[in-house]
């Protein structure tokens, strides 16, 4: 009898009876959204300041570069490494350590205040400062393992050969590549620790999700950013066995389900749309010219100021801060290019995501909470937005978000074919 009784109960519950009696369980009531950006002085200050500290980044750097040169830093560091070692391709791998040493000591009040000291001004972070040391030491280390063996490659080459820049351009594409393979695998995880989304039914709906979307065998990992950050984020990175989607664990705490399955749509763009091999191909052609330029700006540089510099040729390691102060030059001019491109695979990205969702408002309102949470402002300057901003501003995205609603003139994978191919 007790059987049958407990069976009655499970049934009733099942159906949802008990809803109908007097004072019984309602059905949640389905989220409140905001599409409209609280904009706060606070978060017009910080925005100021980001785009402020982005130009100051850009000339500090530069201006560190002309003073190692003009005061033959430079040379003396080569003049160390020399004595240290004879032979020439450790020489320039040695020389590139005290350089870096030397610029980073020069940065590091700059580093100290963009990284550490704005983030807890805004209270963007709880981190501290044992711990962003910690980052930062790591990060230094790596540019000296990682940059020093490259460095003397590429001055072997400069010494080698005529046309350097061919030779330059062709090694850059295998460690562009293999980079993008490995930092998933090897040098992310050195910060933080990357796990499988740990929530069974999201997991399970956003395998759902990556299906409808044609993507097979998704890999979704969470990190545990909020050690270093309060703001939220999601990418998409590597390639082939290394290639992922991550999710910050302040996103998941953050985001409703449904602003999650939104924000995932757009990552899955950047999967079936092919964008990182994308980015990597635009790098690699737009690379080629910075090479060809930078060669000629290069030599006829060295030709007028070398000497001054105590720079004996092109080869000699005491010419690198000048390579990295035209690439620096030519980069920084060349950001309206770069932000722009960036911009345009975003708003593919978006698309993507709202034709396999169509979860229009929940992607709106996590645009809303993505803006107040990093306070960044909805609306930037124009010319800012132009040159430095990797995606569109986040008002732009709202408004497209509850705008673009094209289902039922083409279908999906009519629109996927058309196109096949970080937040």
Request: glycine share 8%.
């Amino acid at each position: 009898m007790r059987k049958w009784l407990w069976m009655a109960l499970v049934l009733l519950l099942w159906s949802g009876g008990l809803q109908a009696a007097e004072g019984g369980l309602k059905p949640a009531p389905p989220p409140q959204r905001r599409f409209t950006v609280r904009v706060t002085p606070e978060m017009l200050r910080h925005s100021r300041l980001q785009d402020v500290l982005y130009f100051v980044d850009f000339v500090y750097g530069a201006a560190i570069l002309v003073l190692v040169l003009a005061t033959r830093i430079s040379g003396r560091l080569r003049e160390a490494a020399s004595r240290a070692v004879r032979w020439p391709f450790v020489v320039a791998m040695l020389y590139f350590v005290l350089l870096s040493l030397v610029m980073t000591a020069l940065d590091f009040p700059l580093s100290l205040y963009q990284g550490f000291i704005v983030p807890h001004q805004f209270d963007l972070t709880n981190q501290t400062f044992a711990s962003w040391m910690s980052d930062f030491g790591k990060g230094l280390a790596l540019n000296i393992v990682i940059g020093a063996p490259i460095a003397a490659l590429a001055l072997l080459g400069i010494r080698r050969v005529r046309r350097w820049w061919i030779v330059l351009w062709l090694g850059s594409i295998p460690l562009i590549i293999l980079g993008v393979v490995i930092t998933p695998l090897i040098i992310d995880p050195l910060f933080n620790e990357f796990i499988p989304l740990r929530d069974p039914l999201l997991r399970q709906d956003l395998l759902n999700e990556a299906a409808r979307a044609g993507i097979e065998g998704s890999r979704v990992y969470q990190v545990n950013k909020s050690k270093q950050t309060k703001t939220m984020n999601a990418y998409v990175t590597g390639l082939g066995p290394s290639k992922r989607i991550v999710l910050w664990d302040t996103l998941l705490a953050k985001l409703d389900h449904d602003e999650i399955l939104a924000v995932m749509g757009h990552e899955m763009g950047h999967y079936v749309l092919h964008h990182i091999w994308k980015g990597m191909a635009f790098g690699i052609g737009l690379s080629a010219f910075v090479f060809f330029i930078g060669q000629k700006i290069f030599e006829r540089g060295l030709a007028r100021w070398g000497a001054r510099w105590g720079i004996a040729d092109r080869s000699d390691p005491a010419a690198l801060p000048w390579l990295l102060l035209v690439g620096a030059i030519i980069g920084f001019l060349l950001s309206p290019i770069t932000s722009g491109y960036s911009r345009m695979i975003e708003h593919q990205a978006d698309k993507f995501g709202l034709e396999l969702t169509h979860l229009n408002e929940p992607m709106a309102s996590s645009f809303v909470k993505f803006a107040e949470d990093s306070k960044h402002d909805p609306n930037p300057p124009r010319f800012i937005e132009w040159w430095r901003y990797s995606h569109p501003s986040d008002q732009r995205r709202i408004d497209f978000a509850l705008s673009y609603r094209p289902w039922g003139k083409v279908s999906m994978r009519a629109g996927f074919s058309k196109c096949e191919g970080r937040l």
